[in-house]
């Protein structure tokens, strides 16, 4: 059997086996805590910056939707002066096809003015 001094300091080497153990847990811990917060601090400015990068891209968006929005009232009024010409283009056929019957009722008259005169 062991005599009491030799468990003693069997006892002693644990503890300061156990309390080195403590001190590296500790000395972790606050590695851990201090990581932690840096990633925290670079967390917060990448939000900020994603948060900017967000504004900037809603901007452009609501730019490019206006953009687009006047683009579509441009053809509004290009459908509106399309609708415009087409009916002018019909106004235009129809007095067309008038000149065009008057000509030929006129040839047809003066070549039977001239076949009239022809067999008397």
């Keep these: ?3 009491i001094h030799e468990r003693v300091t069997d006892l002693e080497e644990r503890s300061q086996v156990h ?13 851990l805590r201090e990581e932690m ?4 601090a670079k967390l917060h400015t990448q939000i900020g910056d994603l948060r900017v990068e967000l504004h ?7 730019t490019e939707i206006a953009a687009v929005r006047g683009e579509m009232v441009h053809r ?11 009916q002018r283009f019909l106004s235009v056929d129809q007095k067309f096809t008038w000149l065009v019957g008057i000509q030929v009722a006129g040839l047809v008259a003066v070549v039977g003015a001239l076949v009239g005169s022809y067999y008397r």
């Design 19 to 31: 309390q080195a153990g403590i001190g590296e847990l500790r000395k972790d811990i606050a590695d």
């Design 1 to 3: 059997m062991a005599d």
């Design 76 to 86: 509004s009024d290009l459908a509106e002066l399309r609708s415009e010409m087409n």
């Design 37 to 40: 917060r840096t990633s925290v």
């Design 56 to 62: 900037t891209s809603v901007a452009e968006l609501r």
